[in-house]
């Protein structure tokens, strides 16, 4: 059989020649892909920096943290680091995106005939992997998951292909080659795709993309429709009502939704749109403002459930903006200039999420506290975590995710599950030990003076159990249960934010085994240090800080951790597997079975010169700041109220 009849056998279409094959997709492809762009999948991908293009021609592979030398030969099931989500980032060939960019800019055509050369030695040396009956690691390393098969064929491919398709580099023969790849991993995909979490809704996004950009295969309707049937019946599997995800990560908000978003909007730029029911839009809508209602001032994202900070969503909001012209989210990108003010604090009444915002300025005062399920896929111990931003800075953030725990024999393996646990949250550890999984409750109520939430989390408190769990493994990317050792806890924490001014928090921890309690609060970056005679604890910077103390019934120990490894404790982690110290203040206090903490949390603009007076009534708080004087009444049950205000 010619490589003419190979391609014709899938195509309804026909052609005299692969001359007049090359040439009619050089017309359509790029009208097709026009301005299609995916931010990559994965948390390992290549850097947009100048000179990084060269690099990848010179076939030196710099992906996250760490640069391979393949200019021996290329490897296409490296894994240098030991972890296989390098090896990921590798075959799901992101850098394709980057070196069809430098041609466009450029023209050099070095650019284009590297793409076409790596995909090709791909094509030729990597064949489909069979999965049936093999283990879940043996099928990962083969760089035929499903997963990476979509990330490569139906997103990083077609845009550096409509990029450099008329590029002299690609010949009639390359293409013929090409296009049997597409089609064989959009075969594949339609076998083996995954039928729960986002990474089914990912792969069956990528057989309706596959549809539009190759229309002439013979199942690209067939693909356009499953993908857009399938989609309908995973929604509400991947999305509370309220149009929170039920991974309950800030992070993976946007990677749940861009499946469905990305398929709507290019449809929607080939005249598909009519293909998709009412409720699709809808729903997306729904995505789009949870979305930006989580979102940091500075449009960075919650970190919870493997989320990085530097991960930023402005971007995707202009996406969201241009396509589904949504008046809250056009409020947000213009300053306030045009469209709808949306709701500035928020409770996501399903996920129970909840929001606290002075207003919607870059400047604005900000925490989030997380009191809903523990999720699904990327689940950590860290219910009932706050984070806060204000005046500009993040102040508050946790640890967030170093390298997934999917590689257990790598010898880094302790850090990687360190950034999972309670311990890298702000949150609570009990009797020295970490939560083990379980869901919180919560509720939340917006006044127009304060907002007040108050969550609990039951599960109880343990460590992990030796033995590797191969199910986990596959669909948590967790190697280990957890065993539960310290039983019948409650962790129970109420916030008030006092409008727009500061927060006070509250944690009770009760239980009959209760005798140690340690509250922990990770910083973002800087330096934290005591003042006024250690009382309090304030961040150093010049432009705005963070003013926090503890008041505990018992003597309360206070500790600064800064970059430590042993214990390991005050790092964080701003991109994937990047690790840097970062201070974690951890109160301490022993009691039996109850132990109480009030905590104030006091952001302000300038350097720390006057502290907060802040102290514990008969019936709750009394706060004086300079010339302003708040009451509260904190009972022990019951929303709490905000009963006198006397700031100027």
């Not at 791909?122 to 990476?148: A, C, H």
């Not at 997103?155 to 013929?176: C, D, G, Q, V, Y």
């Not at 398929?263 to 839009?281: K, M, T």
Request: proline share 5%; aromatic share 14%; hydrophobic share 35%.
């Amino acid at each position: 059989m010619t490589r003419r009849d190979e391609v014709s056998s899938f195509l309804s279409k026909q052609f005299d020649s692969l001359e007049d094959l090359l040439a009619f997709y050089r017309k359509e492809l790029p009208k097709r892909a026009a301005g299609y762009h995916q931010e990559e999948v994965g948390p390992v991908m290549h850097h947009d920096l100048p000179g990084e293009a060269d690099k990848f021609v010179a076939k030196q592979f710099h992906l996250g943290e760490y640069t391979m030398d393949m200019s021996a030969g290329l490897d296409w099931y490296a894994t240098p680091t030991g972890d296989l989500e390098w090896n990921g980032g590798l075959v799901r060939h992101g850098y394709f995106m980057l070196l069809a960019d430098e041609y466009q800019k450029t023209g050099n055509e070095i650019y284009a005939s590297t793409i076409i050369d790596h995909m090709l030695d791909y094509i030729e040396n990597v064949p489909p992997f069979e999965p049936e009956g093999k283990p879940y690691l043996q099928y990962k390393k083969s760089t035929w998951r499903p997963f990476e098969v979509a990330g490569r064929a139906a997103e990083t491919w077609p845009e550096a292909l409509a990029k450099i398709i008329n590029s002299p580099s690609m010949m009639p023969e390359k293409w013929a080659r090409i296009l049997l790849s597409v089609h064989e991993h959009g075969v594949f995909l339609a076998k083996h795709h995954w039928r729960t979490g986002n990474h089914a809704c990912l792969e069956t996004a990528a057989l309706g993309l596959l549809g539009i950009f190759y229309a002439e295969f013979n199942e690209a309707e067939q693909w356009r429709q499953y993908a857009v049937d399938f989609l309908m019946k995973m929604w509400p599997e991947q999305f509370h009502s309220d149009g929170y995800t039920k991974e309950m990560s800030g992070g993976y908000h946007w990677v749940a939704m861009r499946s469905f978003f990305t398929l709507f909007e290019v449809a929607c730029n080939n005249g598909f749109e009519s293909s998709y029911p009412r409720l699709f839009l809808e729903r997306l809508q729904l995505n789009a403002l949870a979305e930006l209602l989580q979102d940091k001032p500075d449009y960075s994202i919650p970190i919870t459930n493997d989320s990085n900070t530097k991960t930023n969503r402005r971007e995707q909001l202009g996406r969201i903006s241009n396509l589904l012209k949504m008046p809250e989210v056009e409020f947000r990108l213009t300053n306030g200039q045009r469209g709808e003010a949306p709701p500035r604090s928020y409770f996501f009444p399903e996920a129970r999420v909840g929001i606290m915002r002075s207003d919607w300025s870059d400047d604005a005062r900000y925490l989030f506290m997380d009191m809903g399920r523990r999720g699904d896929n990327h689940m950590n111990e860290d219910q009932l975590n706050i984070e806060v931003s204000a005046f500009g800075r993040k102040f508050l953030a946790n640890s967030g995710r170093w390298r997934y725990t999917t590689s257990p024999d790598a010898d880094w393996m302790d850090w990687a599950k360190y950034f999972k646990t309670t311990a890298a949250y702000s949150s609570v550890l009990v009797n020295g030990y970490n939560q083990v999984p379980g869901d919180a409750e919560g509720l939340m109520v917006i006044r127009q003076g304060y907002d007040y939430a108050k969550a609990w989390f039951v599960a109880g408190y343990g460590k992990e159990a030796s033995d590797i769990d191969e199910k986990m493994l596959k669909e948590q990317g967790v190697s280990h249960r957890k065993i539960c050792l310290v039983n019948g806890v409650k962790h129970q924490r109420e916030v008030m934010f006092v409008k727009p001014d500061f927060w006070i928090v509250r944690d009770t921890i009760e239980g009959n085994d209760v005798q140690q309690a340690e509250q922990i609060w990770h910083f973002y970056d800087g330096e934290v240090g005591p003042v006024s005679g250690g009382r309090f604890m304030a961040t150093r910077f010049k432009d705005a800080n963070l003013i926090m103390t503890t008041i505990g019934q018992n003597p309360v120990t206070v500790n600064v951790f800064l970059g430590s490894k042993d214990p390991f404790r005050g790092w964080h982690c701003p991109y994937y597997d990047q690790m840097r110290p970062a201070p974690e203040v951890a109160y301490l206090q022993n009691g039996n079975r109850k132990i109480v903490f009030h905590t104030l949390l006091f952001p302000i603009l300038g350097e720390v010169s006057i502290m907060p007076e802040f102290t514990t009534t008969l019936n709750g708080y009394r706060i004086e700041f300079q010339r302003n004087k708040w009451e509260i009444i904190a009972p022990e049950d019951g929303e709490w109220q905000l009963v006198g205000n006397t700031r100027d």
